[in-house]
């Protein structure tokens, strides 16, 4: 669940259902939660699998002293993180990952992942992720390719001419 | 222990510049071995997908450093086979370039003048399409007529793509299905295999040493094919040349690993790397305003919307590319592609805090379609510097593939930094004017600076103070190591490095030539092109003797 609302905040999306607590509902449509982003972390291939339970322990401290900074009664049904408001996760996030943070590169590599759950599915073959309207790839009007599985576009250019060459070009199409 | 296998030449590495050197020296008759710590990957492997263990993730590394992220082919042929094959030749201020420093940085007998016969046999090896305006995708074709509409010029850019075979799929990062694009594997490396060279893949050097009859020892690790953090078994091979061409990002590791066994390197080695001056600025169109202030109309009722279509940069604005200017203030702004995931964690959302995640990062993301990636080239001031070598390779690998933590420390300098907010504040000028776009660069707080074009760790040079090779590329100091990769070119070169790479590489052929005869390697130089021309090589002739002077 602490996951879950991290890369909700890398990548807002809508509550999966009445109630949701790890999903904030910040943004419409599906986000990094509903993209894939627990399955892409949960696998082995990423090298940050095995500390995922460790992340999210370390999240919820920073959560706490975040929320006892700020003077944010958190309430105890969910873990801290996941407490916090969308605004409170967003502001927290936005610190464990600013330059000179000393834990930076793990927060980096977990936002990482979250937002390439999102805006590439990299934990599915994107022509199937395509298919089953991955929301991002959807979203951000990806292409299906061809049925060969392979991406064609046979109309690519404007076919004119669209600005004045560098005069000292040379032969070869370089710079002088 | 039993002694090790022998070759004449061991290359490290299959990129520009260990391809061309190990054709060049098969075909004069040595006994070449080429030791690639990626896979060998063929046409037919080349995959359009985005999933961890596709030929996306498996071809190419991203390393990450301390205040620089470098990209990096990893794959049998290197660089040529992820990279986006634009092929200019380097601009004649670049090779006057004194630095920061105030001393030239290239050596004297460097120039465009005495490259150019070189850049020649490049161009005769792998064909480069010299691309007009029809070849300009839609994305190139609209920095263009943004570049005509704020008063500036913009050239198509040599590239080395057959523009029979693309079909415009922009999936060059993960290799070129369709052979359109000219990497290494359709070229020199075939041609060094048909002249008896060998390629071993997943072989990945690790530290040299030197033997007592004065040749070297490469000890490699072989790499597990799926999971490159898994190694199974070691190995060593005795060579009497070692060319070193492992990418500017891993070249000066395996020497720093080797002073053990080698003895002191020179102090350059490690040091003035540079990420040719490289930054990244996302424009979000405004659809409407492109059709109306440009003029432009895809024919398909869109006037742009087409980020995904294309086959990386064709087109770049030169206009800067003037040697009157002063140093640090000459760049290039290059219309380019990037890929999600990597392409699209750094862009910034225009107004919004935070910039690169949250709420307004997703509503940019919904307007990919209307991207336009600028790539500026600029001068930087070889300020990285690598730290002690991690335990293996270079880099400790976080991901089965793709991802790993360097040992690169960059910090930008002032004429760095100045020159960065320079070439954002142009990108902004043409774009953003009459409402055409929002500009934003890349955040560079998450990974630092980001190159996919790492130079200058193991540089040439005339000064032993600030360069590890001399100016036939070899290792002061250690004759017979050679080094012909991007780490030996001296500095930013403003445009896409390739190309000089490689003519480099060509250039330092019969200076290692002349080493391996010396040491009773039988061979000699003067190889046509792959393909069996010799216009190229009739070029070159005259400039043989001053390189193979002693």
């Known amino acids: 669940m602490t996951l879950e609302a991290f890369a909700d905040t890398i990548i807002p999306g809508e509550k999966r259902w009445p109630g949701d607590r790890a999903v904030a509902g910040a943004a419409p449509g599906g986000g990094a939660v509903a993209a894939g982003a627990i399955e892409l972390l949960e696998w082995d291939a990423t090298g940050i699998s095995g500390g995922l339970g460790d992340f999210a322990r370390a999240l919820n401290e920073h959560a706490l002293a975040y929320a006892a900074q700020h003077g944010i009664a958190l309430e105890e049904d969910v873990p801290p993180f996941v407490a916090l408001d969308h605004a409170g996760r967003t502001a927290l996030v936005a610190l464990l990952t600013a330059p000179g943070h000393p834990e930076k590169d793990l927060w980096v590599s977990l936002a990482l992942f979250s937002n390439m759950a999102y805006d590439s599915a990299a934990h599915l073959s994107t022509a199937d992720a395509l298919a089953a309207g991955h929301p991002g790839l959807t979203a951000m009007g990806v292409t299906r390719p061809g049925a060969d599985g392979l991406w064609r576009f046979p109309a690519y250019s404007y076919g004119r001419p669209l600005a004045d060459l560098h005069p000292d070009t040379t032969p070869s199409g370089s710079p002088a | 222990m039993s002694s090790p296998e022998r070759t004449d030449v061991l290359v490290v590495g299959s990129g520009f510049g260990g ?7 098969a075909a004069g008759g040595a006994k070449v071995v080429i030791l690639e710590r990626g896979p060998w990957l063929k046409s037919d492997d080349f995959e359009h997908d985005f999933k961890l263990g596709s030929s996306y993730t ?17 794959c049998v042929g290197g660089g040529s086979v992820v990279y986006f094959a634009a092929m200019p030749r380097a601009p004649r201020f670049v090779f006057e370039r004194r630095g920061s420093i105030n001393r030239r ?49 913009a050239n198509p850019v040599p590239a080395a793509v057959d523009r029979e075979k693309c079909v415009n799929c922009n999936w060059m990062m993960a290799g070129c299905r369709f052979d359109a694009k000219q990497s290494l594997l359709l ?56 060319i070193l061409a492992a990418g500017a990002g891993a070249t000066p590791v395996i020497l720093q690993r080797s002073e053990a066994g080698l003895g002191p390197m020179p102090h350059a080695v490690g040091r003035y790397f540079s990420g040719n001056g490289e930054r990244l600025n996302t424009a ?53 592609y990037f890929p999600p995931g990597l392409g699209t964690i750094l862009a910034q959302a225009p107004g919004a805090n935070p910039g690169w995640f949250g709420v307004g990062k997703k509503e940019m993301l919904k307007r990919w379609q209307s991207w336009l990636i600028i790539f500026q080239m600029i001068e930087d001031d070889n300020e990285g510097v690598f730290g002690p070598p991690p335990a293996r390779g270079n880099a400790d690998r976080l991901s089965q593939q793709m991802l790993g933590i360097g040992r ?9 930094l100045r020159a960065w907010e320079m070439a954002d ?38 000064d032993p103070h600030t360069s590890a090779l001399d100016d036939r590329h070899e290792l002061r100091g250690h004759p017979g190591i050679f080094v012909t990769d991007g780490s030996a070119v001296p500095g930013a070169l403003t445009v896409n490095p390739a190309m000089t790479i490689a003519a480099l590489a060509e250039r330092a052929v019969p200076g290692i030539v002349q080493a391996a005869r010396e040491r009773g390697v039988e061979v000699t130089y003067g190889a046509p092109a792959p393909d069996g021309s010799t216009a190229g090589r009739r070029g070159v002739t005259t400039l043989i003797p001053e390189l193979t002077r002693r």
């Open chain 2, 187 to 242: 070229n020199y490396l075939p041609a060094a295999l048909a002249h008896g060279a060998e390629i071993r893949p997943l072989h990945e050097v690790q530290r040299i040493e030197r033997t007592d009859d004065g040749g070297y020892r490469v000890h490699y690790s072989v790499v597990d094919d799926e999971d490159y953090r898994i190694t199974a078994g070691d190995g060593a091979i005795d060579a009497k040349i070692v």
């Open chain 2, 284 to 336: 979000v169109l405004n659809e409407d305003r492109v059709r109306e202030v440009l003029g432009l109309d895809r024919g398909d009722g869109l006037a742009y919307a087409a980020n995904q279509i294309g086959k990386g940069p064709t087109v770049a604005n030169w206009d800067r590319l003037d040697g009157s200017l002063p140093e640090y203030t000459r760049y290039s702004l290059e219309q380019l």
């Open chain 2, 19 to 25: 391809s061309i050197t190990a054709y060049h020296l």
């Open chain 2, 425 to 462: 504040a142009d990108v902004k000028d043409i774009l953003e004017r009459d409402g055409l776009a929002t500009v934003t660069p890349w955040t560079n707080d998450l990974v630092g600076a980001y190159t996919v074009h790492p130079l200058a760790s193991c540089r040439i040079g005339d």
């Open chain 2, 58 to 74: 498996r071809a190419f590394d991203f390393v990450v450093g301390d205040g620089m992220s470098v990209l990096g082919g990893n």
């Open chain 2, 408 to 416: 690169l420390s960059y910090k930008p300098t002032a004429n760095t």
């Open chain 2, 105 to 153: 940085m290239w050596p004297a007998a460097v120039s465009r003048d005495t490259l150019d016969p070189w850049y020649d046999r490049v161009a005769e090896s792998i064909p480069i399409t010299h691309q007009g305006w029809e070849d300009a995708t839609y994305a190139g074709g609209l920095w263009a007529a943004a570049c005509r509409h704020a008063g500036r010029t």
